[in-house]
């Protein structure tokens, strides 16, 4: 792997790897760099039979508090259009396996929207999310638009998104934004729990669970159905199929090798 500058990257531990956000001075602020080597790291992951999860932290204190608004400055209109920074968006909403959050602090802006783009979002109570772009005289450019109306429903995404207010984990777990909320020094641990947990599941029926539930948001709920129904039967091929029915009627736990 390449030297990284804005993410440390752990060993694989009980099929788990976490990535945890390092700029520290810039409360994470998610440059183009930050980017980059998320969305490469994400590539390996989904090529590595090893890896059944990703972890994402920013760690105890913050998550992300926006994006690099100095490296957003220095971009005119045609800079914008050409920007690099959807590519990354587009290769970390596209990773296959599960990805799951663990939120402290602020996740703002640009931080909303990469809790936006993993699965499962653990918060400490003192997580304060939102989308502050209205306050620049811009709006969200990562799907903060599209994919919090999708989440919260569209009066506290219009509430958010035009007054640029923060909301509290509680409110975004009761809004579904996030499915937990614990105190800040269990929220890595709870998150890794729920990691390991998914780690231990039939990789091929993780990997179709995902790609159905979230067709579920951009397509109709026949084709939804449909998609559903050919995932079900493409998994009555799987060996991990097999195994965990006989498992189930011999008493034991499953051995589930992803084929």
Not at 2 to 8: A, C, F, V
Not at 17 to 43: C, H, S
Not at 47 to 55: G, M, P
Request: with cysteine.
């Amino acid at each position: 792997m390449q030297d990284l500058q804005d993410i440390l990257v752990s060993d694989v531990e009980r099929g788990v790897l976490t990535i945890t956000l390092n700029r520290p001075d810039a409360f994470n602020a998610l440059r183009n760099q930050l980017l980059k080597e998320m969305a490469e790291v994400l590539d390996d992951a989904a090529a590595n039979d090893e890896i059944k999860a990703v972890l994402v932290t920013g760690g105890e204190k913050v998550f992300a508090a926006g994006a690099d608004i100095k490296e957003m400055a220095s971009l005119d209109a045609v800079g914008v259009m050409n920007d690099i920074r959807p590519t990354y968006w587009k290769r970390i909403a596209n990773f296959p396996k599960p990805l799951i959050a663990a939120v402290n602090g602020y996740a703002l802006g640009g931080g909303c929207e990469l809790v936006m783009h993993c699965d499962i979002v653990i918060a400490g109570d003192n997580a304060q999310f939102g989308q502050p772009e209205i306050n620049l005289g811009i709006i969200p450019g990562a799907g903060g638009t599209q994919r919090l109306i999708k989440a919260v429903g569209k009066s506290m995404a219009m509430q958010m998104v035009l007054s640029g207010a923060f909301i509290t984990a509680e409110q975004a777990r009761d809004f579904g934004l996030i499915s937990e909320v614990v105190i800040p020094e269990r929220t890595i641990e709870r998150a890794r729990e729920i990691a390991n947990t998914i780690a231990k599941k039939p990789p091929i029926a993780v990997r179709l669970a995902k790609e159905v539930l979230l067709k579920a948001f951009d397509t109709t709920l026949d084709s939804g159905l449909n998609l559903e129904r050919k995932a079900f039967t493409l998994l009555a091929a799987t060996e991990d199929r097999n195994e965990g029915i006989a498992a189930f009627t011999e008493k034991r736990k499953p051995n589930f090798k992803g084929k």
